[in-house]
């Protein structure tokens, strides 16, 4: 079995691996097969059922899980890996080095710096107004800042920024900007710790050294 789809348009870097079911450059709505570009760099490993829509840069190293969707329009950096289930809307722009795990969701507006983790199942927002009549037009994206790490099951309300190198408690519900270095959990997520204060129990060393 292969069943490739690969749109006209599509450049794909060297020594990618693409497994059975994948497609690749699919048409925005309104769009021809075509008409976009879509540039996925060298080393890339593709899994089974992964689409990636045209109008889409990705850089050198990439790794999708099965089942993966990512939307038009939105840039991927290097050494970026995006786990099974996860979808990423159009207009998202990704640093070098993200890690999203699995049933991560990710939608429009959104820029995920440089290093960024985030956990499985975490719900990133936009709108603030769900089918409110201006909904499209007061879209608000999420800005996770450079090293930043939000764990499992946690949920980012429209517009909030996590400072970098901040920490966000699995389950936790962020309803204002994290401050840099943060430690917050909780519903609403409220700050509890600095990230540099974290130590491992039986050592006594921090968690996260400082770079």
Request: net charge positive.
């Given at each position: 079995?292969?069943?490739?789809?690969?749109?006209?348009?599509?450049?794909?870097?060297?020594?990618?691996?693409?497994?059975?079911?994948?497609?690749?450059?699919?048409?925005?709505?309104?769009?021809?097969?075509?008409?976009?570009?879509?540039?996925i760099g060298d080393d890339?490993?593709?899994?089974?059922?992964?689409?990636?829509?045209?109008?889409?840069?990705?850089?050198?190293?990439?790794?999708?899980?099965?089942?993966?969707?990512?939307?038009?329009?939105?840039?991927?950096?290097?050494?970026?890996?995006?786990?099974?289930?996860?979808?990423?809307?159009?207009?998202?722009?990704?640093?070098?080095?993200?890690?999203?795990?699995?049933?991560?969701?990710?939608?429009?507006?959104?820029?995920?710096?440089?290093?960024?983790?985030?956990?499985?199942?975490?719900?990133?927002?936009?709108?603030?107004?769900?089918?409110?009549?201006?909904?499209?037009?007061?879209?608000?994206?999420?800005?996770?800042?450079?090293?930043?790490?939000?764990?499992?099951?946690?949920?980012?309300?429209?517009?909030?920024?996590?400072?970098?190198?901040?920490?966000?408690?699995?389950?936790?519900?962020?309803?204002?900007?994290?401050?840099?270095?943060?430690?917050?959990?909780?519903?609403?997520?409220?700050?509890?710790?600095?990230?540099?204060?974290?130590?491992?129990?039986?050592?006594?060393?921090?968690?996260?050294?400082?770079?």
């Amino acid at each position: 079995m292969e069943l490739v789809r690969i749109h006209p348009n599509v450049t794909l870097g060297r020594n990618a691996q693409v497994d059975d079911f994948v497609v690749l450059g699919r048409p925005p709505r309104g769009r021809a097969p075509g008409d976009l570009p879509l540039v996925i760099g060298d080393d890339a490993v593709l899994r089974s059922h992964t689409v990636i829509y045209a109008g889409t840069r990705i850089g050198r190293d990439f790794q999708s899980g099965h089942g993966v969707t990512i939307r038009e329009d939105t840039v991927v950096g290097d050494r970026c890996s995006i786990g099974t289930g996860s979808i990423v809307e159009f207009k998202v722009l990704l640093g070098d080095g993200v890690r999203l795990h699995s049933g991560v969701f990710v939608p429009e507006y959104s820029v995920l710096e440089d290093g960024c983790w985030l956990g499985p199942r975490v719900v990133v927002t936009n709108a603030k107004f769900p089918l409110s009549a201006r909904a499209k037009e007061t879209l608000q994206g999420v800005r996770i800042c450079r090293g930043a790490k939000v764990g499992a099951n946690a949920t980012l309300l429209p517009g909030v920024v996590v400072g970098e190198d901040a920490l966000v408690g699995a389950g936790s519900v962020v309803t204002r900007d994290v401050p840099a270095g943060a430690v917050v959990v909780g519903n609403p997520a409220r700050k509890v710790a600095e990230v540099g204060d974290l130590r491992y129990g039986d050592t006594g060393l921090p968690v996260y050294p400082k770079r």
